[in-house]
């Protein structure tokens, strides 16, 4: 007793006067405690696209985001948050790290963005090494950050206008090592990626930087709430294969609405379904107040009617007994849509959409199952479609994880929403 006594006023001691602890349990440690931190202020460290260049008076796409996190603290939908931006044109992992003492802790925030790119990296010049490099360093900055009691968030890569074939596999492949990681991510290059790894003409500035279009796009790719659901303690969301939601046959299950935070381009949704025939799978409502649609047709393929008029007709039968993942991807800049079933391109539809609400399920006819819910804020590569197809969980920019657990396997709420998002799913009325 009188051990556990002098560890306990130690602990207390050290806590009290600032230092840093970390416990552990089971083998796994604790969040290290800071108290010296400020718990609503974050620090954008990285390089000269956060800091904003390409943008007019360098109001870049961070800026951006802290002026939506102001509106939303204004309105009251979220907390007070300070930002401050440290960022420092062509800095890379290894600028990084030698100025993260002077430049980072000062600042006493208790949040952290790395924002970098492969590009400072040196990817173009010197390839794999660089992608190894960004790799190590970002371990280490991650690392370094829990070691103080910060919370990091990791951008993804994201384009330039020199990058090739090579150069473009290693941004994707990183950016899918960042997906993996335990911590928030951004996925940026779903928002200006011109499908080669470039900018989008219209919203490039010059080879390395995006221009004022190009910054609003990536600043939409952040989830308006993430912060605010970090500092709720929501966790990082984790895969689960539970049960399912069902309509049609003798189920009368309403259906399901989800509404995007704020301005929404660039997204990407992703359902698994299991279907006996044709109908009505999901609704996509846009800022004219028109409607499109995925649906099953009386083939058992899955089909896009968007709100523009354009049509994908797909070519994989889905209504077979099995499990299939619906992947439907919009590129708001380069101005696509693109149509996936179990990572198969169904095909793809030229037009910019502005979606402000998806409903989910059929009130009729042949049963549908559906499961794993997700919504992102950006678009994806078929890098990204096979990634999901595999059952692997992406978190960047993910503001929608819905498992729809009917039978409360493994939730107790089947419209839980398990993203690092405030945001909510809700029965139609």
């Not at 009130?363 to 197809?389: C, H, Q, V």
Request: aromatic residues 10%; charged residues 25%.
């Amino acid at each position: 007793m009188k051990s556990r006594t002098i560890i306990a006023l130690g602990l207390y001691f050290a806590l009290c006067c600032g230092f840093i602890v970390e416990l552990k349990s089971h083998g796994k440690p604790y969040p290290v405690i800071n108290p010296s931190l400020d718990t609503l202020k974050i620090v954008y460290f990285g390089s000269s696209v956060p800091y904003g260049i390409g943008a007019k008076n360098n109001f870049g796409y961070t800026q951006m985001f802290s002026r939506l996190l102001q509106q939303r603290a204004d309105n009251g939908t979220g907390k007070a948050w300070k930002t401050v931006n440290k960022s420092v044109g062509g800095d890379n992992t290894v600028r990084l790290l030698a100025r993260w003492q002077r430049d980072l802790v000062p600042q006493k925030a208790k949040y952290v963005v790395y924002a970098l790119s492969l590009g400072n990296e040196g990817i173009h010049e010197h390839g794999k090494p660089m992608y190894e490099q960004f790799k190590t360093n970002m371990t280490k900055l991650i690392t370094m950050a829990r070691d103080s009691g910060y919370v990091p968030i990791v951008t993804n890569c994201y384009t330039r206008t020199d990058f090739t074939e090579a150069d473009y596999y290693y941004v994707k492949q990183l950016n899918l090592w960042i997906n993996d990681l335990d911590v928030p991510s951004v996925n940026l290059l779903g928002a200006i990626d011109d499908g080669t790894g470039k900018w989008v003409t219209q919203y490039r500035f010059n080879d390395a930087h995006p221009n004022d279009a190009g910054h609003t796009e990536m600043s939409y790719t952040i989830v308006p709430s993430l912060f605010d659901a970090l500092a709720n303690g929501k966790p990082e969301p984790k895969l689960i294969d539970a049960s399912y939601l069902s309509w049609g046959g003798k189920e009368k299950t309403k259906l399901l609405a989800f509404k995007p935070d704020n301005t929404l381009h660039a997204f990407t949704t992703c359902i698994t379904v299991k279907a006996d025939g044709e109908g009505k799978l999901l609704q996509l409502k846009d800022s004219t107040g028109k409607a499109g649609d995925l649906e099953i047709s009386s083939k058992g393929f899955i089909n896009y009617k968007s709100a523009n008029h354009e049509t994908i007709t797909g070519n994989t039968k889905i209504t077979d007994g099995n499990w299939h993942k619906i992947i439907l991807t919009h590129y708001y800049a380069r101005g696509e849509t693109d149509l996936y079933c179990d990572s198969t391109l169904q095909g793809k539809v030229t037009e910019k959409l502005v979606i402000k609400e998806l409903d989910l399920g059929k009130p009729a006819g042949k049963a549908l199952d559906a499961k794993n819910w997700l919504f992102y804020r950006s678009g994806m590569n078929i890098t990204e479609a096979k990634a999901l197809t595999e059952n692997k969980l992406l978190k960047s920019s993910l503001e929608l994880y819905a498992p729809l657990d009917d039978k409360h396997n493994a939730t107790k709420d089947v419209l839980v929403n398990l993203a690092q998002s405030t945001n909510e799913v809700k029965w139609v009325k």
